[in-house]
């Protein structure tokens, strides 16, 4: 999608700073980071939002989840803990429509789900 934002950083025609990268997945750190670990996880390939992933034929869920234990180690937030959290659409609040996990810790984060 040429002009999905994360698009362009898997393309490398927008900066970001990586975390982690594998064949299918790209982590950055989150340019208004909301804890002190907050790191987006995104397939490479543009899925607009989770509804859109194909559960019979894809490996995304899984590569996210795959991902998003190796940035947990690379912060060194395994241990101590983590929140994962997939906005999709509207009322989820939603704002970049190429899928993406966010990675948040480093403080003890509330116990409010929104
Ligand atoms: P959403 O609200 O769609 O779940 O989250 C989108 C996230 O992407 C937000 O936390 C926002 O700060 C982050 N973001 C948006 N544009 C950019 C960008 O150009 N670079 C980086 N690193 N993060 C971005
Ligand atoms: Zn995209």
């Known amino acids: 999608m040429s002009d999905c934002i994360f698009c362009k950083i898997v393309k490398g025609d927008i900066p970001c700073t990586k975390v982690y990268e594998d064949e299918a997945i790209l982590a950055f750190e989150d340019i208004h980071p909301l804890a002190p ?23 995304i869920a899984s590569q996210l989840m795959a991902a998003a234990q ?36 480093g403080r003890k984060l509330d116990d409010s789900m929104g």
Do not use: Y
């Open 37 to 59: 670990v907050h790191v987006v996880i995104i397939p490479k390939t543009h899925v607009a939002t989770l509804m859109d992933i194909d559960a019979a034929g894809s490996d």
């Open 70 to 105: 190796n940035v947990a180690k690379l912060k060194k937030v395994e241990k101590q803990g983590f929140r994962t959290v997939i906005n999709c659409n509207a009322d989820g609040g939603q704002v970049v429509f190429h899928l993406h996990m966010h990675l948040l810790g």
